[in-house]
Protein backbone atom coordinates (compact mmCIF):
# COMPACT_ATOMS: atom_id res chain seq x y z
CA UNK A 1 0.00 0.00 0.00
CA UNK A 2 2.69 2.58 0.77
CA UNK A 3 4.61 1.94 -2.31
CA UNK A 4 1.26 2.58 -4.64
CA UNK A 5 0.75 6.03 -2.42
CA UNK A 6 4.10 6.69 -3.14
CA UNK A 7 3.89 5.88 -7.19
CA UNK A 8 0.65 8.16 -7.14
CA UNK A 9 2.04 11.15 -5.36
CA UNK A 10 5.51 10.69 -7.60
CA UNK A 11 2.62 10.76 -10.92
CA UNK A 12 1.06 13.81 -9.41
CA UNK A 13 3.95 15.58 -8.48
CA UNK A 14 5.00 14.95 -12.39
CA UNK A 15 1.59 16.04 -13.56
CA UNK A 16 2.20 19.34 -11.70
CA UNK A 17 5.56 20.11 -12.76
CA UNK A 18 5.02 20.03 -16.58
CA UNK A 19 2.34 22.63 -16.76
CA UNK A 20 3.39 26.17 -16.39
CA UNK A 21 2.28 28.13 -13.58
CA UNK A 22 0.74 31.25 -13.88
CA UNK A 23 2.74 34.50 -13.16
CA UNK A 24 0.35 35.94 -10.91
CA UNK A 25 -2.48 35.18 -9.37
CA UNK A 26 -4.99 37.70 -9.11
CA UNK A 27 -4.36 38.24 -13.02
CA UNK A 28 -5.43 34.95 -13.21
CA UNK A 29 -8.70 35.27 -11.21
CA UNK A 30 -9.13 38.66 -13.25
CA UNK A 31 -9.12 36.62 -16.66
CA UNK A 32 -12.00 34.31 -14.99
CA UNK A 33 -14.32 37.14 -13.90
CA UNK A 34 -13.56 39.82 -16.29
CA UNK A 35 -14.92 38.59 -19.07
CA UNK A 36 -18.01 38.51 -17.38
CA UNK A 37 -18.29 42.22 -16.29
CA UNK A 38 -16.14 41.90 -13.11
CA UNK A 39 -16.83 41.49 -9.68
CA UNK A 40 -17.51 44.56 -7.51
CA UNK A 41 -18.52 44.06 -3.93
CA UNK A 42 -19.69 46.94 -1.43
CA UNK A 43 -16.74 47.29 1.29
CA UNK A 44 -18.82 47.25 4.55
CA UNK A 45 -17.69 50.12 6.93
CA UNK A 46 -15.42 49.38 9.74
CA UNK A 47 -17.05 49.11 12.92
CA UNK A 48 -15.16 49.44 16.77
CA UNK A 49 -13.83 46.02 17.76
CA UNK A 50 -16.14 45.09 20.97
CA UNK A 51 -14.09 44.28 24.02
CA UNK A 52 -12.70 40.91 24.42
CA UNK A 53 -14.47 38.37 26.97
CA UNK A 54 -13.60 38.43 30.58
CA UNK A 55 -12.78 34.84 32.09
CA UNK A 56 -11.66 36.11 35.09
CA UNK A 57 -14.75 35.36 37.11
CA UNK A 58 -15.52 32.63 39.27
CA UNK A 59 -17.36 30.46 36.70
CA UNK A 60 -14.59 30.46 34.35
CA UNK A 61 -12.39 28.91 37.21
CA UNK A 62 -11.04 24.92 36.12
CA UNK A 63 -10.71 24.03 39.92
CA UNK A 64 -14.50 24.23 40.57
CA UNK A 65 -15.45 22.30 37.52
CA UNK A 66 -16.56 18.99 38.19
CA UNK A 67 -15.38 17.36 34.69
CA UNK A 68 -11.41 19.06 35.59
CA UNK A 69 -8.97 16.63 37.05
CA UNK A 70 -6.28 18.58 38.45
CA UNK A 71 -2.80 16.46 38.05
CA UNK A 72 -0.71 16.83 41.28
Known sequence: MEDEARRVLDASVEKVSDEPLPGNLADAIASI???L????LDIPPREPMREPP???????????HP???RSV
Open 33 to 35: FDP
Open 37 to 40: GGVN
Open 54 to 64: DFSGPEHDLDD
Open 67 to 69: RHE
